[in-house]
């Protein structure tokens, strides 16, 4: 289809702009040499066209879309450095809580600890985190 049509051009030529590849397509479909041979037969002509497409060309649109591509990609990568720091930052404030978790060795002061079955649940999660992120 048109889309493996345009990757195959693509790996051919690959600084080949959009407005060409279908400026090509364009020409073949229509059948656009058939009527260049049969209606433009003066240098002038050919001379005339060149002109406009070298003046087309020259609008410096090309330029402006990679330079707004070349933008837009640094803006995703600036928002995913942002991201991963914001991630990063959770995973330390996370570490930090569970080296901040004294061990008890002592059985007789676990015994006098009045843990609830609420507070040992609420560490587990942070249990898996940690043996997660540490290994």
Known sequence: GP??????TKRKAPNITLETYNARKMYKHNDTRAFVEAKLTCPEDHTFLRRSARAIGSDGREKKRREEQAYTDIELVAGKLAKDQVQEQKRLDRVAVISAVKCQFDE?????????VKDIDCYDPLL???HTSVT
Request: glycine share 6%; aromatic share 0%.
């Open 3 to 8: 889309l493996g049509s345009l990757r195959i």
């Open 108 to 116: 007789s002061a676990l015994l006098a600890s009045k843990l609830t």
């Open 128 to 130: 898996l985190i940690h």
